[in-house]
């Protein structure tokens, strides 16, 4: 059975044709062509996207066939594409009248025998209607992906207000297209009416016609020279010296001219021209132009029939009002708008029966039009009875002033609702933005939720409270924010004193205990009159909220803190949008708030195991050795660098980095194994480094130590020659690992490096190793790091090695402890990107 045989009212050609289903299928396809392309649409299926995390987001319309009109994610030639109704899941959605909530397709009966589905194209689907203004689906909002996917109520919740915005949008698409089509009605009326205007400038004698006079007078643009003999050799003899006394009578009393007279046109015709204008005076009251309007009156009869039946036709209200401001004309649709019968508007002033405009847009815009001779197009709003918003045009006539309207009241509430969901959805995006920051600290929560507190108004309320619940559940009120900043100081105080005055029955005490919204329409009696006398109770009341709107912040089953709304006595009690906005935005910052104190726990449980794997280093007889172990930042991963140092049976001192790849358990594991085998191996006398890195690779392959690792040795040796000669032998060898530096007596600083770097642990056992010596004098520093210390995303290897060797050279004649600390914060100022590990070894003189 398809969708339209199960919901035959809303398909087309399905057991009601010409009904229901006909005039929603003619709407849908007259939005089809305003819809296709339209970039309000486009942004909208954009933040679908991002705010569901999902691939493609579109919008359809269903009518005789689902049309894809916008969309995101959409293959080429996606949008515009059409699709059978029976074959459509936006079908589906449409025709249940609600969520279409689909996790696994292929095994939902409801829609697991459509094409997209079978073809693998759509494997979850979750699509909400989208209803007009006037409560009829015409499509679907959806998101979908080839995977099954589980759709949770926040889901639902987000795209449902997505659907409003874009169900809004599309109300307002057909509004404003028939809006246009009415006002394309109205100015051909106008033209096919016949009128043209003329200005005559009284100063340097030009008179201008439009191309409307012209045409009456038998002119052609280029044969008329833009004077008054011009339209006096028109005008029939016998009536040209009244017509001319006329014009000079409005001239002289700078008042009002009306004539009708004949013109003569050069074919010979005759043809009958009622004039009409008004002369204009400048400061000292001589007139000094002359402007009204000419139109054809030979067939008056007919023609008086025709624009009335003109008029009366119009879908738009029009009326007339003579030099008085009294009623001359009012056609069938201004009756119907203005909420009076013509017979009672007709010859009545117009100040005097709509007294409201007096002093408003209206009067204002009307008598600019009758006093500049400019059209006037403006929207203003005219209060009860009429209780609307009007779109009006008014043009000053001959005979005083037309004007045309339209009540505009739907499409402005449509922009409006539009408006508030845009900033909504804003609203929710900036908190998104702000709860996104790294909150590694106490102090860093607290800045994000200072900026969430300031977003929640004005668009929420007039002042906003959060309150975080501590680890160890006591309440502290950490962000607050005033719509006026010179309230802000008020509140502040306000939250600093309020959790220690308010009793159990609280509305945040409530709300926290039961784990829901709370909408207090009197918070004065539900909070205010229960605070003690003092100066709590003063600070509220002199905030003076009327409503207010708390709820918990819970995350995972935890309570988090709360947030709190409130509102003066100038607005309206929280609705369902301001509470579902504000229940998505207390979602985010609770998921946010939970995630940071997870990563707390976590990094605090991974550096603990970390160091717990390192041990302190030996203290050699006229040697100092010191060890750093630094974590990343950014990260709460166990990290896999190492450091270790001994001291051999003979004496010789050996110092040991390495650092196994990844940042996981996983390498912390390998790197507890490896330090301990290399411990193992490289503790025996006689053993080179070279030795130890071979026996150590062969060990990794023989237990199956799965990983890879980077290491240097270095083993600090003395026989009783270099004793007295005062200087000892360094033998190293590396595996992969950046080289270690020795900073001689000298000044000089040199790298232990070999002709070329070996492969790392754990790539090739059988690879050869080799190790070199180098003699140093007592009193030199030897340096082992990984790499987190000279690379990173901002800092190259070979910059970031560079720029060691510079630090080290300057602070070598620092102490060994402070020299490590310095060159830490001196590489690395931002913050460790990565794990860091490092060992020194300075030798002192010997006795």
Not at 252 to 273: F, H, K, M, N, Q
Not at 383 to 412: C, M
Not at 736 to 753: F, K, S, T
Request: with cysteine; glycine share 10%; aromatic share 6%.
């Amino acid at each position: 059975m398809t969708a339209a045989e199960r919901s035959p009212g809303l398909f087309p050609g399905a057991a009601d044709p010409g009904g229901r289903g006909a005039d929603r299928t003619e709407q849908v396809r007259r939005l089809v062509p305003e819809a296709l392309g339209s970039r309000n649409l486009q942004r909208l299926t954009d933040l679908t996207t991002r705010l569901l995390d999902c691939d493609i987001a579109q919008v359809s319309l269903v009518g005789e066939v689902q049309t894809a009109v916008a969309g995101t994610g959409l293959p080429p030639g996606g949008i515009g594409a059409r699709l059978p109704l029976a074959d459509s899941l936006c079908a589906v959605a449409v025709a249940a009248g609600g969520p279409l909530v689909v996790r696994d397709a292929a095994r939902d009966p409801r829609v697991s025998e459509r094409a997209p589905v079978r073809s693998g194209e759509i494997g979850s689907y979750l699509g909400i209607p989208l209803v007009t203004g006037e409560g009829e689906a015409l499509g679907a909002l959806c998101v979908y992906g080839t995977e099954a996917r589980d759709w949770t109520e926040r889901d639902i919740a987000l795209l449902r207000q997505l659907a409003d915005s874009v169900g809004t949008e599309l109300h307002l698409m057909a509004l404003t297209a028939e809006y246009e089509a009415h006002r394309l009605r109205f100015e051909l009326a106008i033209d096919a009416a016949g009128i043209g205007s003329f200005d005559w400038n009284l100063v340097t004698g030009r008179l201008l016609w439009d191309d409307r006079l012209l045409s009456l007078f038998g002119y052609d643009r280029a044969g008329f020279d833009e004077s008054i003999d011009a339209f006096a050799a028109r005008v029939h003899p016998d009536d040209r010296e009244r017509t001319l006394e006329a014009l000079q009578a409005a001239i002289d009393t700078v008042g009002s001219y009306d004539a009708e007279y004949r013109v003569v046109l050069p074919s010979g015709e005759t043809r009958w021209i009622r004039g009409s204008g008004r002369a204009v005076a400048d400061d000292q009251g001589t007139a000094v132009r002359l402007l009204g309007a000419g139109y054809d009156t030979t067939p008056q009869r007919q023609e008086d029939v025709r624009i009335a039946r003109l008029l009366e036709a119009m879908k738009a209200s029009f009326f007339s009002l003579d030099r008085d401001w009294r009623f001359t004309y009012v056609n069938a649709e201004a009756e119907r708008v203005l909420g009076a019968r013509r017979e009672e508007l007709l010859g009545g002033v117009v100040w005097e029966l709509f007294p409201a405009a007096v002093g408003s847009d209206f009067e204002r815009h009307y008598r600019t039009a009758a006093a500049t001779g400019r059209e006037q197009m403006f929207e203003a709003y005219y209060p009860a009875p009429l209780d609307a918003w009007f779109e009006v045009r008014a043009w000053p006539t001959p005979d005083g002033l037309s004007v045309s309207f339209l009540d505009v009241t739907e499409r402005r509430a449509a922009e409006d609702h539009a408006r508030r969901s845009a900033a909504r959805l804003a609203l929710v995006a900036h908190t998104t933005t702000a709860m996104s920051a790294a909150l590694g600290t106490l102090e860093d929560e607290e800045a994000a939720l200072r900026r969430v507190a300031e977003l929640l108004v004005p668009e929420l309320g007039d002042w906003s409270i959060l309150t975080l619940v501590d680890e160890d559940g006591r309440m502290r009120d950490v962000a607050t924010s005033h719509r006026d900043p010179q309230q802000r100081d008020l509140v502040a105080r306000y939250a600093a004193l309020r959790l220690a005055s308010l009793q159990p029955g609280a509305p945040i005490m409530r709300a926290l205990a039961s784990g829901q919204v709370l909408v207090v329409p009197d918070v004065g009696a539900a909070a205010g009159s229960t605070l003690p006398a003092g100066e709590v109770s003063d600070v509220f009341w002199r905030l003076a909220p009327q409503s207010a709107v708390t709820l918990p912040l819970s995350a995972r089953g935890r309570t988090l803190g709360a947030v709190s709304i409130y509102r003066s006595a100038d607005r309206p009690v929280p609705g369902d949008e301001d509470v579902a906005t504000v229940r998505d935005v207390a979602g985010r910052m609770a998921l946010a708030l939970d995630n940071a104190r997870l990563y707390r726990q976590q990094r605090r449980l991974a550096e603990g195991l970390q160091r717990s794997l390192l041990t302190a280093p030996p203290q050699p007889d006229h040697s100092e050795i010191v060890v750093r172990y630094h974590p990343a930042m950014a990260v709460a991963e166990v990290g896999g660098d190492w450091y270790d140092a001994w001291v051999q049976a003979s004496g010789a001192t050996v110092l040991v980095i390495g650092d196994v790849v990844g940042h996981d358990t996983e390498a912390a594991a390998a790197m507890g194994q490896l330090r301990g085998m290399l411990r193992g191996i490289g503790f025996r006398d006689g053993l080179g480094p070279a030795t130890v890195l071979t026996d150590l690779d062969g060990a990794m392959q023989s237990l199956q130590v799965g990983t890879l690792a980077t290491a240097a040795i270095v083993r600090v040796e003395q026989t009783a020659e270099e004793r007295a000669a005062g200087v000892n032998r360094l033998r190293w060898s590396n595996a992969g690992h950046p080289p270690p530096l020795v900073v001689h007596p000298d000044g000089r600083i040199e790298e232990l490096a070999g002709q070329r770097a070996e492969l790392m642990l754990g790539v090739d056992p059988a690879t050869r190793r080799t190790e070199t010596e180098t003699t140093v004098a007592r009193g030199a520093t030897v340096l082992l790091y990984t790499d987190g210390l000279v690379e990173g995303r901002d800092l190259s290897l070979d910059e970031g090695t560079a720029r060691l060797t510079a630090a080290l050279a300057e602070l070598v004649g620092l102490p060994l402890p402070e020299l490590c600390d310095a060159l830490l914060l001196r590489l690395r100022p931002e913050g460790l990107q990565d794990d860091v590990a490092i060992v020194a070894l300075r030798l002192h003189p010997q006795d």
